[in-house]
């Protein structure tokens, strides 16, 4: 696998540039500072818009790289671009399931989560840049790692697999109880912020609490996403632009499933197998190769059947209520 970076350092500008302008925009233009619910017709727009950019970005390098290297060298990577954004964006789904359970536990008002979300995009910006500089060059130093990311991939995918119908407790992770034990934190809500004065003490509010956990759960979820782009391909520049457009997107999709992720209670098996079969794909790379197009039309096919049996197996009956 090439891991020459067709990114030019104008490009990582250009595109780092856009990422600023785009959530600049988000968070002081189009209502982001404005405690209110978002919609499934807002929602469903920005996700739209999202979804609109990255092929329309990935359009673009196609045509920037055919008139510079050649169409094949084009070819391959919008096709890696294609494919890692669509294992990202499979993925980041389950974010949202593990947002929705946060959100729950804690009571959080529908009006108040867009701000944790915000910061929950912008710490996944982060850590998921850092983890990927990183990555690029332990892949290049040390290219047996990539051995070690698929046996990780296919362990996680199977534990995913075993554990998908369990019930996550959120009393008992450590993170939460770390902050408990060593943060002062306040009795009710206190809208969107995350710290008040009370009797010249400053209190954390329990919103601060969702936004660890937030953050917390990103992390977890870059250490699984991060060695999945791996498989697909190691150019830097792929692995970083396919990554933040699914990122981007996040809260968007966070609101547009939060009231009908009960209905795709089945996709949870659909990304473990993804994240066995990314792992498999990894390990076998000595012997076999799978091609790109390959894997995109696998992860696809996994991703739209699990989608599919969860609306069958969720569709009203004949007295129109849900089934089991």
Do not use: C
């Not at 600049?24 to 500072?33: E, I, K, N, Q, T």
């Not at 609490?209 to 190691?234: C, G, K, Y």
Request: aromatic fraction near 14%; hydrophobic fraction near 60%.
């Amino acid at each position: 696998m090439n891991s020459v970076s067709i990114g030019e350092p104008w490009m990582w500008g250009v595109f780092i540039a856009f990422v600023l302008a785009m959530l600049a925009l988000d968070l002081f233009v189009f209502g982001g500072r404005k405690a209110h619910k978002v919609g499934v017709k807002e929602a469903a727009a920005w996700s739209l818009v999202w979804v609109s950019l990255a092929l329309a970005f990935n359009a673009g390098l196609w045509w920037y790289l055919k008139g510079s290297v050649g169409p094949e060298i084009a070819d391959r990577k919008a096709l890696e671009f294609l494919t890692g954004y669509l294992i990202e964006k499979s993925l980041s789904v389950d974010n949202v399931f593990i947002f929705l359970l946060i959100f729950s536990s804690f009571h959080v008002a529908a009006e108040y989560q867009r701000r944790v979300l915000i910061y929950g995009v912008l710490g996944a910006i982060v850590m998921r840049a850092i983890m990927i500089l990183a990555g690029a060059w332990v892949v290049q130093e040390f290219s047996w790692v990539l051995y070690l990311f698929g046996a990780f991939l296919v362990v996680t995918g199977m534990r995913m697999l075993v554990m998908a119908e369990k019930k996550t407790d959120l009393e008992k992770n450590p993170v939460l109880k770390f902050a408990r034990r060593h943060l002062r934190i306040s009795e009710g809500h206190h809208g969107e912020k995350f710290s008040v004065m009370q009797d010249g003490v400053r209190y954390f509010t329990p919103l601060f609490l969702v936004l660890i956990l937030i953050e917390a759960s990103d992390l977890v979820f870059a250490v699984d996403s991060i060695p999945a782009i791996f498989a697909i391909t190691t150019d830097p520049f792929i692995v970083f632009t396919s990554n933040i457009f699914a990122i981007m997107g996040l809260r968007a999709l966070y609101f547009l499933m939060a009231d009908v992720a009960d209905r795709f209670h089945l996709l949870k098996y659909g990304l473990a197998m993804v994240l066995t079969f990314i792992g498999a794909k990894m390990l076998v790379a000595p012997w076999y190769h799978v091609p790109v197009a390959a894997s995109l039309a696998i992860v696809a096919v996994l991703i739209g059947a699990s989608v599919i049996a969860s609306l069958i197996a969720t569709r009203p009956d004949v007295h129109g209520k849900p089934r089991d």
